[in-house]
């Protein structure tokens, strides 16, 4: 799945206007704050904490970690838009009611603003994080 293409221009528009000046227009802002309502600012919040970590495997498989306001970690896959995160399941999947939630966009805006934190591990410890996930959820 994809983001409707007025989301993912206003995303290239972020990072290049990033790239540029190392800041984001306000017309921008309005822009994120009109296609993504309320999850906008929590999420620039969340880039302005640094709380976005990109995990990265030896093979090139990539997942993200959002350090959410409530200090619970989630995982989030930008390849699929998806995010653990209870408001995830309930905004966007069940009620529709939103594109994403706070920590997906934060991972997105992250991305384009060069905010996000690195950290390398093994296989093994990208396997053990995943199925962290599932007994989470399961």
């Given at each position: 799945?994809?983001?409707?293409?007025?989301?993912?221009?206003?995303?290239?528009?972020?990072?290049?206007?990033?790239?540029?000046?190392s800041?984001?227009?306000?017309?921008?802002?309005?822009?994120?704050?009109f296609?993504?309502?309320?999850?906008?600012?929590?999420?620039?919040?969340?880039?302005?904490?640094?709380?976005?970590t990109?995990?990265?495997?030896?093979?090139?498989?990539?997942?993200?970690?959002?350090?959410?306001?409530s200090?619970?970690l989630?995982?989030?896959?930008?390849?699929?838009?998806?995010?653990?995160?209870?408001?995830?399941?309930f905004?966007?999947?069940?009620?529709?009611e939103?594109?994403l939630?706070?920590?997906?966009?934060?991972?997105?805006?992250?991305?384009?603003?060069?905010?996000?934190?690195?950290?390398?591990?093994s296989?093994?410890?990208?396997?053990?994080?995943?199925?962290?996930?599932?007994?989470?959820?399961?």
């Amino acid at each position: 799945s994809t983001l409707p293409a007025v989301a993912e221009e206003l995303l290239r528009e972020i990072r290049k206007a990033f790239q540029e000046t190392s800041q984001v227009p306000d017309e921008l802002l309005l822009g994120l704050k009109f296609i993504f309502g309320p999850s906008a600012v929590p999420a620039l919040d969340l880039v302005d904490q640094r709380s976005v970590t990109r995990v990265r495997a030896p093979s090139g498989r990539t997942l993200y970690q959002v350090l959410g306001s409530s200090g619970k970690l989630y995982t989030c896959y930008s390849s699929c838009h998806f995010c653990t995160c209870p408001a995830f399941g309930f905004s966007v999947l069940q009620k529709s009611e939103s594109l994403l939630c706070k920590h997906i966009l934060a991972v997105y805006l992250s991305q384009a603003t060069g905010a996000c934190q690195e950290l390398p591990v093994s296989e093994e410890q990208l396997t053990n994080i995943l199925l962290a996930e599932e007994e989470d959820e399961g």
